[in-house]
C-alpha cells in the first residue's frame, strides 16, 4: 500500500538554523516524490518534486531509494519559511497523490 | 500553471442538508481530483472526477454521499449530502496537467455543518 509518513507534527527552529523536515514513504515500485507548503491564508502550492533535482527559496529534497526518503532541507531557515509542509507521493503509473500528516514549521527570529 | 476558482469558499450548514460546492479552472485539464482536509488533519481523496464517465472513489468514500459531476475538461461539482457534523472540513479540488504534469490546488470551500 502506498504510504507517506512525517513523523514531526511541528518543527520549531531559529532563524537562521538549519531546518530538515523528514519524510518516508512505503511504495513498491517507483514513485513520484513531492513536497508542498501551504503558507498562513494561501492555498496549497508545490514546492519541488524529485525528478526536478532543483532548489527552490534554498530548499532542496534528495529521494533516498534505500531509505525510502524524501527529506527537505534548507542550511539557513527564514522567518518566511513558516508554513505547512506535506511531502505527497504519486505511483509510477501516474495516478493519485497521496500526502503525508503534514509538518508545521515554526521559525522564529 | 493553471488557476482553480471554487465556490462557495465557505459555508455554514444545517444537519441533514446538502451542499453543493464548484470548481472551475481556467484551462483544460485532463484530471480533476478532490480532496478533504479535516481539521488538524492532512489531505485524503475522496475521488477522481473523470469527465464523461462516472467518478473513481476511493476507500471509505461513496457516491451516495459525495455525488461528483464532470460536464467537461473544466468544471466539476462535489456535494456533500445529508450533512452531519463530522462532515465539517475543508474540501478542495484539484487538477493534474500542463507541464510537467504538476498538480495543482483550489483555494478550498470550509465547510461547517451544525
Known amino acids: 500500500a502506498q504510504r507517506v509518513t512525517q513523523p514531526e507534527k511541528l518543527l520549531s527552529v531559529f532563524k537562521g538554523a538549519p531546518v530538515e523536515l523528514k519524510c518516508n514513504y512505503s511504495?513498491?515500485?517507483?514513485?513520484?516524490l513531492f513536497w508542498y507548503v501551504q503558507y498562513s491564508r494561501q492555498r496549497l502550492q508545490l514546492l519541488l518534486r524529485?525528478?526536478s533535482r532543483e532548489s527552490i527559496k534554498g530548499f532542496t529534497a534528495d529521494l533516498n531509494k534505500g531509505e525510502t526518503s524524501f527529506h527537505l532541507k534548507k542550511p539557513f531557515a527564514q522567518e518566511e519559511d513558516s508554513a505547512m509542509y506535506y511531502c505527497?507521493?504519486?505511483?509510477?503509473?501516474?495516478?493519485?497523490?497521496?500526502f503525508g500528516q503534514g509538518t508545521e514549521l515554526s521559525v522564529k527570529p | 500553471s493553471a488557476v482553480i476558482s471554487q465556490k462557495p469558499s465557505r459555508d455554514i450548514c444545517q444537519r441533514g442538508t446538502s451542499l453543493t460546492i464548484q470548481c472551475q479552472v481556467d484551462?483544460?485539464?485532463?484530471?480533476m481530483f478532490w480532496y478533504r482536509q479535516q481539521p488538524g488533519q492532512s489531505l485524503t481523496l475522496i475521488a477522481t472526477?473523470?469527465?464523461?464517465?462516472?467518478?473513481?472513489?476511493e476507500s471509505g468514500f461513496v457516491i451516495d454521499k459525495f455525488p461528483i459531476s464532470r460536464p467537461n475538461l473544466t468544471f466539476s461539482t462535489l456535494t456533500v449530502s445529508n450533512m452531519s457534523p463530522e462532515d465539517s472540513s475543508i474540501y478542495l479540488c484539484?487538477?493534474?496537467?500542463?507541464?510537467?504534469?504538476?498538480?495543482?490546488f483550489g483555494p478550498g470551500t470550509r465547510l461547517t455543518v451544525l
Open positions: 484539484s487538477v493534474r496537467g500542463g507541464a510537467g504534469d504538476t498538480q495543482y
Open positions: 511504495y513498491s515500485g517507483s514513485p513520484e
Open positions: 524529485h525528478i
Open positions: 505527497a507521493l504519486r505511483g509510477s503509473q501516474g495516478g493519485k497523490l497521496i
Open positions: 484551462s483544460q485539464v485532463t484530471m
Open positions: 472526477a473523470n469527465q464523461g464517465s462516472e467518478a473513481t472513489y
